[in-house]
Nanobody, 123 residues
């Protein structure tokens, strides 16, 4: 059974960098052909795909976030991380990590999700 767990601060000040880590257990993030993604859901809105790191290490970003987002991984810890710079209050959301078989998407593409972590951007 694959499990994903998000961790990181729940409150970030405007203009700072949001950093979250997804720790994966029950499966390796380098296993062929899985893709590991960050998805978020602002209050009252739908899910938004943010970016993906593939089993191979290839990285894909949402065009709308490309200037502010960075995704990386630590294979020794079986973790992948999200950094979102210059945050604004509109970045307030529940942030999820998830495993899928493709890049992008916000639904059936994923077979395992983390429970989500709420991040508030506020001074």
């Amino acid at each position: 059974q694959v499990q994903l767990q998000e961790s990181g601060p729940g409150l970030v000040k405007p203009s700072q960098t949001l950093s979250l880590t997804c720790t994966v257990s029950g499966g390796s993030i380098t296993t062929d052909y899985y893709y590991w993604s960050w998805i978020r859901q602002p209050p009252g809105k739908g899910l938004e795909w943010m970016g993906t790191i593939a089993y191979s290490g290839s990285i894909y970003y949402s065009p709308s976030l490309k200037s502010r987002i960075s995704i990386s991984r630590d294979t020794s810890k079986n973790q992948f991380t999200l950094q979102l710079s210059s945050v604004i209050p509109e970045d307030t959301a529940v942030y999820y990590c998830a495993r899928g078989l493709a890049v992008g998407g916000t639904g059936d593409e994923y077979d395992y999700w983390g429970q989500g972590t709420e991040v508030t951007v506020s001074s």
